[in-house]
């Protein structure tokens, strides 16, 4: 009895293998003509236990048994369905879950030829191009059909004619009648996670082939299986180098998470997930689950897990959308902990990016143009394309250049990057939600000066932040207590003196979930919401009075009320959903939307930078300014500080900042020492 061949041999593995009591793969195959599908997805584990000669056959030489494998695939369908066996002719072997993967920076010369298994995030994705696999060539003279089969990097053409009498050299290549397939070129890169410390990380690209194009995406942290492949580099007319780069030729991809729709909950796992839900503290078992090691900050854990479950997203008919993402700002004192927030948050989000304001530019943060191999431009993404449908973490937000910072204004409230480079015209998604912290300027956070003298931040961006928290370092006796007591557990134990209700990955899961509900408000929680805003409205714009909220505040509570309803599963906003966001809007408001010469909440503290106590001061100083001019022509400094003492009750302190603030802000100018004029825009 002769031996059986490898085809045969996989052929018995499609047949033979069982999965408890059914056919596995028999199963798989009788649903591909349903489906259209001509790629089987083999366990290489189910492999392996089932034929160990095959499995390890296949690692060391995988061209040959992949090929084997894809006429046993074929020969098995002409028994399970002759019809779409002999429409389709072609089908493909994928194989995950090889027992041993390797990291990017492993993969060298002894790879070569082999089927191997990488994980990597991928950070440049090109467009996808035709990939010839048969050419036809036809023959000038005697117009023969010539079929060569691809294989290789470059195209193979013959050398001349192959019909018997004829040796023309001039053929023609037909490309109408030859066959493609798909193709795509990634640039896989090793994740941040399982870097060395010190080094940089190391990149390899990957073809894909066929179904397996523009399934994955920047962004995207995936297992690449495929065989390693060289390819010589060249030294232009020098010729080719000794040197060859490495690539992969992808057999298969597993997009392996961070992205909110590939997160695999189990119905175990949704079951739990439900349980906890109606739990009656299950709001703050899940404020009790962010950052445990952290201690206290109670109101900024619930506004980050606010920011984790997110709010609605809507498009309306005229085609605006408003955006469902929130972006939350903490300022605060050195040694507050703001950093190891944000560094949590990056890592429990479903999808999260980590960066620093220091090491970050415009392109690094948005969409850089780069030049491909073949001298082509594509676009590589930035940091927060990246964290789309995620959450970005952009710390020393106010140590960031000014021309570099301008770029994250249309990611804030758009959600989109537009970019206009080198012959590329293209607006990307960026549909993140951003947490961000600041230093103050002085050092230290100072109550008395209000929040843009604070913070070297311009208006533009404040504004954009839903919510902004101060964390001052204040010394308190008893939070100090518990503190250093808290802080000397992490220490000695090496973990929370609480271990957190629910841990990072079921916490993640439960957010997952919850992200998929869509909230719809109800008309109390509406009505509570308006009266809200209305209160603080009335009387606001008035001589007296000041501005203390915005349409942009009521958008920004709304989002806030759709999480908080998100945390608790339900699929309705309720009363008191509302008056727990209005609560926490307050808390914000109090720490920086406050005039401090007034004491009165002052929206335009942060929407202008400058408070209506101190705008209207500063009318006063120019309309005086420009009642002097009239008699004459230049206002002499002195002159005007005493009558703005008699006339407006100033100090002479108070009057001279507020001349120095006009003059810095371009309204009046000196024309020669000891007085003043107004400029043109002053005039206007």
């Known amino acids: 009895m002769s031996e059986e061949s490898p085809e045969q041999s996989f052929q018995k593995f499609l047949k033979d293998f069982k999965f408890g009591s059914k056919d596995k793969y028999r199963e798989k195959l009788s649903q591909m003509p349903s489906s259209d599908i001509r790629a089987l997805v083999v ?213 392996s998470g961070k992205e909110v729709q590939v997160l695999e909950i189990s119905p175990e796992e949704e079951e739990k997930i439900l349980e906890l839900s109606k739990d009656p503290w299950i709001h703050r078992k899940l404020i009790m689950s962010i950052a445990p090691s952290i201690y206290g900050y109670d109101d900024m854990k619930e506004a980050i897990l606010y920011l984790l479950f997110g709010g609605m997203p809507k498009r309306l008919p005229d085609g605006i959308t408003i955006r469902g993402d929130i972006n939350i700002l903490l300022v605060g004192d050195p040694g507050t902990a703001k950093s190891q927030l944000l560094q949590y948050v990056s890592r429990v989000a479903p999808r999260g990016l980590y960066t620093s304001g220091r090491g970050s530019t415009a392109a690094g943060l948005t ?38 910072r301008v770029a994250i204004h249309e990611a804030m409230e758009q959600q989109t990057i537009s970019i206009a480079k080198g012959g590329i015209v293209a607006t990307l998604n960026a549909r993140a939600s951003i947490i961000a912290a600041a230093n103050p300027a002085l050092g230290r956070y100072d109550p008395y000066r209000n929040i843009n003298e604070n913070i070297s931040l311009p208006v533009t961006i404040l504004s954009r932040f839903d919510l902004i928290f101060v964390m001052r370092d204040v010394p308190e006796s008893e939070i100090d207590t518990k503190m250093s007591e808290h802080v000397l557990t992490l220490h000695r134990l090496h973990s929370a003196p609480e271990t957190a209700p629910l841990p990072p990955d079921l916490l993640r899961k439960y957010i997952s979930f919850a992200k998929k509900l869509d909230i719809t408000i109800s008309n109390e929680a509406a009505n509570e919401i308006k009266d809200f805003y209305l209160k603080m409205r009335a009387g606001s714009g008035s001589a007296e009075s000041p501005i203390a909220i915005t349409p942009r ?74 009642e002097m001019e009239q008699e004459t022509g230049m206002v002499e400094e002195s002159k005007l500080y005493e009558t703005l003492q008699e006339k407006k009750d100033m100090t002479e302190d108070q009057a001279r900042m507020l001349v120095g603030r006009l003059s810095r802000e371009g309204v009046i100018y000196s024309p020669e020492d000891g007085k003043v004029k107004r400029t043109s825009s002053g005039s206007s």
Not at 367 to 393: P, W, Y
Request: one cysteine or more.
């Open 43 to 255: 366990d290489f584990e189910d492999l392996y236990s089932f034929d160990p000669q095959f499995a390890r056959e296949l690692i060391g030489k995988p061209d040959e048994y992949l090929d084997f494998a894809n006429r046993a695939i074929w020969a098995q369908m002409k028994i399970e369905d002759p019809a779409y066996a002999e429409i389709t002719k072609r089908f493909i072997a994928r194989f995950r879950g090889l027992h041993e993967r390797i990291s990017l920076r492993e993969v060298g010369s002894q790879n070569l030829g082999r089927l191997v298994s990488v994980d990597g995030i991928i950070v440049r994705a090109a467009q996808v191009k035709p990939y010839l696999t048969q050419a036809i060539f036809e023959c000038r003279r005697c117009g023969a059909k010539i079929r060569i089969d691809q294989k290789g990097l470059f195209m193979e053409s013959p050398d001349s004619c192959t019909r018997p009498g004829c040796r023309s050299k001039f053929l023609d290549f037909k490309e109408k009648e030859s066959t493609y397939i798909n193709s795509q070129e990634m640039r896989l890169q090793e994740r941040p996670e399982d870097l060395p410390p010190g080094q940089l990380p190391r990149s390899m690209d990957a073809r894909v082939l066929e179904d397996l194009s523009d399934t994955a995406r920047p962004g995207d942290r995936i297992t690449v299986t495929g065989i390693v492949r060289a390819e010589q580099e060249f030294l232009g007319r020098r010729g080719k180098l000794r040197t060859f780069d490495l690539y992969m030729d992808a057999n298969h991809l597993q997009i």
């Open 553 to 626: 505040q009521l958008e920004a509570l709304i989002r806030l009320t759709e999480a908080r309803a998100r945390a608790y599963l339900r699929k309705e906003v309720t009363v008191e959903d509302a008056r727990a966001v209005i609560r926490l809007m307050s808390v914000s408001l109090q720490d920086v939307g406050i005039d401090t010469t007034t004491g009165k909440m002052d929206i335009d503290v942060i929407m202008t930078g400058k408070p209506k106590s101190l705008v209207d001061r500063m009318k006063e100083v120019l309309d005086l300014i420009t």
């Open 367 to 404: 969409a850089a143009v780069v030049r491909e191999k073949t001298g082509g431009m594509i676009l590589e993404a930035g940091a927060l394309v990246l964290a789309d449908r995620g959450v970005c973490a952009i710390d020393e937000i106010d140590k960031m250049r000014p021309d570099d």
